[in-house]
């Protein structure tokens, strides 16, 4: 989220595409209406008639998976009147011209086809958002869950950057997380592509790593395969099941097929081709779930050996930092001690780290930190909270501390809740220090890319990350400069190395601690970075954002079809992309499954899958929760009333609905226009019904869940985001037949 949400109050207009917060994100939602009580128009772009829906001024509807051709459609109509901000383009954007090349391709009778918004309302929207000065965009799942996921992505801020409204109060794209700490979790790469902070695999990153925890490099070496492995991208969420059923994955994982999967906090029947997934877990040797509730996974599965089910604590009995959705991190307390033989979740990491043999190494930095404030035990979470905002330095948390964090967690009533400053002890802060918090002066950004206020008081320009110069030769740097800079113009991030030309004066002393370093690199000291901002400057660079990205394989984001598309007569002009070797240590089939066969003649309906308000994820929590199981107490599958009669069911009524890869589900039907007649929608929070059969024998004495249901992923398509492996859970196909 490049703004927050009390920041909505800002805006003018606000474009909600591919996001539900009405049933997702309530306490957004209250944002977003108080924003509409001040006069922002609300209009939500979606295939759906949600509840978010009904309290906007329009509602266009949208065939899924085809946002890109939609933006372009816009992007067309914003070009052939001039309502593009050029001067922000020119100064701020690199790669734009090829957006204009790509969008003539879309005038809106053409979008209009692809996308199912008609032409006249893609030129109403296009005129009415470029006039609102300033306009917001949110989005959530709708955009990501899709082979073009990161297009999608892509796209929106490329829009929003047309219209001008990026870097200003009351417009950015604000994209709405998922579960709680979900900011955090990203921001401590709980991925399998890089280290914490976004700070990749490579060498320098380890190097960087492996000093701050106090290991030697070489050490860390040893624990791979080799280096070839230490570097490399590992399974996800969503690829593990190929490393285990599929041979030719072997040579993605070091010659080896995985064999034992340890999950903590994720529902697991949550991700696509669920057949899949039980069965790759039923060849492995071991599998744990570390979960307070039983894990849904483990119910699907029959075997008697190796699968383990460990108590953790829920987030009532364990404290600690964790990040908004808008950046701002933190404090929660402790409610009450982890009851019976829950621990909390570090305790089973501390654990298994004993067992595989590197306690000590594990935890060295802590015990380094107790040390340096004069104790010999290290305290949880405070120490590891001051680890990480030590060394995470690329997005800037070092000017958070364990204490300002509690001390803003305290102190609630002394922020504003639209502009977030705070008053009192806490004037020039922003509330939770929203990232980048350059230093433990830095108040934080609550507005990324505004270039119009200095650094110090959370103004920047766009990262500079992938060198000044672009391959075709162009500058990444832009011409403007930062107020209160002592150098003028755009400008690289801050190293030892270029400290001298940028301006930035180092006595001796100084530029012996830091030598060798760069902004992000540095380790014990933040001189480097507290004398850019002395400086006025930004200390990951003042540059231009990157429209066209030239080492990706769309460079710009282009439409292409969904694997499983509604609109099979599209899918020779906008094919899906080629298949792909070793994403995320998978071999994954994009154009090959598109074209296997025609799809949409075997499965004529186009499957949607969304949300529950009463239920979260899985429902391995909320359906074990009483009183929501009664609020929403049984799966279903959304049906427009045309299609009902045609399929000759009543509301309750059961129908099979068959899955794109051979599984089907039994649901009960309720029929509603908030689908239109070509699709049907399927709340994702169900399982322990395993195609019309119950699972409930699996769960232990004691554990039922009040409430089970089919899982909407038994049937979701085959198909990941080219550059994420995301499932595209958005988009599918599906064939209905009467129970
Ligand atoms: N009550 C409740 N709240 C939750 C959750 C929960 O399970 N229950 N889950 C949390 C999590 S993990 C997340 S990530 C968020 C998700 O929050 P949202 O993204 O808001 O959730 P969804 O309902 O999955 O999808 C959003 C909307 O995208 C639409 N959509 C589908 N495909 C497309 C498309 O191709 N284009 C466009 N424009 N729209 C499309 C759907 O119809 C849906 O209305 O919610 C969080 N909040
Ligand atoms: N068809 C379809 N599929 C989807 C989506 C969709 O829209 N449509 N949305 C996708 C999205 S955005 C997401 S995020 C996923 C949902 O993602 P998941 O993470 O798979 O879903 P949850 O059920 O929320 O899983 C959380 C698990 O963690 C456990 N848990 C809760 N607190 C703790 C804790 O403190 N420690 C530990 N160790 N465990 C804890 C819970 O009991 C639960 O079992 O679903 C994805 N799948
Ligand atoms: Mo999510």
Not at 108 to 121: F, H, K, Q
Not at 621 to 640: N, P, Q
Not at 693 to 714: C, D, F, H, Q, W
Request: glycine content about 8%; some cysteine.
């Amino acid at each position: 989220m490049t703004n927050h949400l009390g920041d909505m109050m800002f805006s003018k207009y606000i474009l909600i595409i591919g996001a539900n917060p009405a049933v997702n994100h309530p306490v957004s939602m209250v944002h977003i209406l108080r924003a509409k009580e001040s006069g922002a128009k609300l209009v939500c772009i979606d295939p759906r008639f949600t509840k978010t829906a009904a309290k906007c001024d329009e509602f266009h509807r949208i065939r899924s998976g085809t946002d890109i051709a939609f933006a372009y459609g816009l992007l067309n109509h914003i070009i052939e009147k001039k309502l593009y901000d050029e001067k922000f383009l020119k100064e701020r954007v690199y790669g734009y011209e090829e957006i204009i090349k790509e969008a003539k391709k879309f005038p809106p009778e053409v979008a209009a086809d692809v996308c199912g918004i008609p032409a006249d309302e893609i030129r109403h929207i296009a005129e009415e958002m470029a006039s609102a000065k300033p306009a917001s965009l949110i989005w959530n799942q709708g955009l990501t869950q899709h082979t073009v996921g990161t297009s999608n992505t892509r796209i929106m801020p490329i829009l929003q950057m047309f219209l001008g409204n990026i870097g200003k109060n009351g417009g950015g794209v604000n994209i709405l997380r998922g579960h709680d700490n979900v900011q955090g979790a990203s921001d401590m790469n709980n991925l399998a592509d890089s280290l914490p902070g976004y700070y990749g695999l490579g060498e320098p990153a380890w190097r960087h790593f492996c000093k701050h925890w106090g290991v030697e490099y070489d050490w860390m070496l040893k624990r791979f395969k080799d280096k070839e492995m230490m570097e490399k991208t590992g399974f996800a969420h969503s690829t593990w099941k190929f490393g285990v059923l599929e041979d030719e994955n072997m040579a993605n994982n070091g010659g080896t097929k995985l064999r034992a999967l340890v999950v903590i906090g994720s529902g697991m029947t949550t991700v696509s081709l669920l057949d899949l997934q039980r069965k790759a877990m039923d060849m492995l040797d071991l599998v744990v779930f570390v979960d307070p509730y039983v894990n849904d996974l483990a119910i699907y599965s029959d075997r008697k050996d190796n699968l383990f089910m460990l108590p953790a604590a829920s987030q009532m009995e364990t404290a600690g930092s964790v990040a908004a959705t808008n950046r701002s991190y933190q404090w929660r307390s402790k409610v009450m001690e982890p009851l019976f033989e829950c621990r909390p979740d570090e305790e089973f990491l501390f654990g298994l780290a004993d067992r595989l043999g590197f306690l000590k190494e594990y935890q060295w930095r802590l015990y380094d930190i107790a040390k340096s404030k004069g104790r010999d035990k290290f305290i949880w979470p405070d120490d590891a909270t001051t680890e990480l905002t030590q060394s995470i330095r690329s997005i800037g948390l070092q000017g958070m501390s364990p204490e300002r964090l509690k001390a803003h967690q305290e102190n609630w009533h002394m922020f504003d809740k639209v502009t977030l400053e705070g008053t009192g002890p806490f004037k020039g802060d922003y509330y939770g220090l929203p990232w980048p918090c350059w230093s433990d002066k830095h108040p934080g950004t609550p507005v990324m890319y505004n270039d119009s206020i200095p650094v110090m008081r959370g103004g920047m320009g766009f990262r500079v990350n992938w060198g000044v110069t672009s391959p075709d030769g162009q500058s990444m740097l832009t011409n403007r400069t930062l107020p209160n800079a002592k150098f003028e113009g755009g400008h690289a991030p801050v190293s030892a190395a270029n400290a001298e030309s940028l301006g930035i004066k180092l006595t001796e002393e100084e530029k012996q601690a830091v030598a060798g370093t760069t902004f992000a690199m540095g380790i014990g000291n933040n001189i480097l970075v507290e004398k850019a901002l002395e400086a006025g400057l930004c200390p990951y660079g003042n540059g231009k954002a990157r429209a066209k990205v030239w080492n990706w394989y769309d460079q710009i984001p282009l439409h292409r079809e969904p694997i499983h598309s509604f609109r099979g007569d599209l899918v020779s002009k906008y094919p899906s992309f080629p298949d792909k070797k070793n994403l995320f240590r998978a071999n994954i089939k994009y154009e090959s499954r598109q074209k296997e066969k025609d799809w949409v003649k075997e499965f004529p309906v186009n499957m949607l899958s969304g949300r529950l308000v009463a239920h979260m994820g899985t429902g391995a929590e909320t359906r074990s929760a009483k009183y929501l199981a009664e609020v929403e107490g049984e799966m279903f599958v959304e049906i427009h009333p045309d299609r009902a009669a045609e399929l000759n069911v009543i509301n309750g009524d059961k129908v099979w609905l068959h899955g794109t890869s051979g599984t089907k589900i039994l649901v009960p039907v309720k029929i509603s226009t908030r689908v239109d007649y070509n699709s049907v929608w399927l709340p994702q929070n169900f399982s322990g019904l395993d195609q019309g059969k119950s699972r409930l024998e699996n769960y232990p004495e004691g554990t039922k869940p009040y409430v089970i249901g089919e899982s909407a992923n038994m049937i979701s398509s085959y198909g990941f985001d080219y550059n994420s492996a995301c499932p595209e859970t958005k988009c599918g196909l599906c064939r209905i037949e009467k129970a």
